[in-house]
């Protein structure tokens, strides 16, 4: 399997999780529990959040999807995308209209599935932008994507599992 039909192949798994985060009632969705954490409605927030910003910003050196329109529809903060965020402000973050913010959603991804579906092999050695000077495509995409977004996966597991809601993709591989 090529690097770029493999990346496809994960970041499939990972929109179809995330896609399955956003089931669930506005208090689920919304739940921090009194430790502390993020909520869902961060995680779906700041996870097609970074993939807007990687794939347009930093790779495709164009304007990202999000901008104040989609702010004012989906209730999200316009400035930011969580990273740094105090926990205080991260709890305070609400998706006030989820169709909106899964149209936001549905964007993004079919913006990251164009620009993969243009890639080759060889430029995801291609090198861009990044906090630490430079990294390859494919490390963009590995790192602050996949791993990441799996993290996070993980983390509304966790939320979900403390609410009594199924784990993420519960029926996947089930017939």
């Known amino acids: 399997m090529s690097r770029v039909k493999h990346i496809k192949w994960s970041l499939d798994f990972v929109h179809r999780a995330l896609r399955d985060a956003c089931n669930g009632t506005n ?3 919304h739940f921090v529990p009194e430790s502390g954490s993020h909520s869902i409605a961060w995680c779906l927030w700041h ?3 970074i993939e807007d910003l990687i794939v347009n ?3 495709r050196e164009s304007d ?3 901008d104040e329109d989609w702010a004012n529809k989906t209730g999200l903060p316009f400035d930011g995308f969580g990273t740094g965020q105090t926990d205080e402000d991260a709890q305070k973050v609400e998706i006030s ?4 913010f899964k149209d936001y959603q549905d964007l993004v991804w079919k913006s990251t599935g164009t620009l993969l579906n243009e890639l080759k092999d060889e430029d995801l050695l291609r090198q861009v932008k990044s906090s630490a000077g ?3 495509i494919d490390e963009s995409i590995s790192l602050h994507m996949l791993g ?13 599992g403390m609410q009594g809601m199924d784990p993420l993709l519960m029926q996947e591989g089930t017939h």
């Open 27 to 29: 208090e689920q969705i």
């Open 97 to 100: 209209d989820m169709k909106a």
């Open 134 to 136: 430079t990294e390859s």
């Open 47 to 49: 996870t097609t959040r």
């Open 57 to 59: 910003l930093v790779i």
């Open 148 to 160: 990441h977004f799996n993290g996070h996966r993980g983390e509304m597991n966790l939320l979900r």
């Open 64 to 66: 990202t999807v999000w």
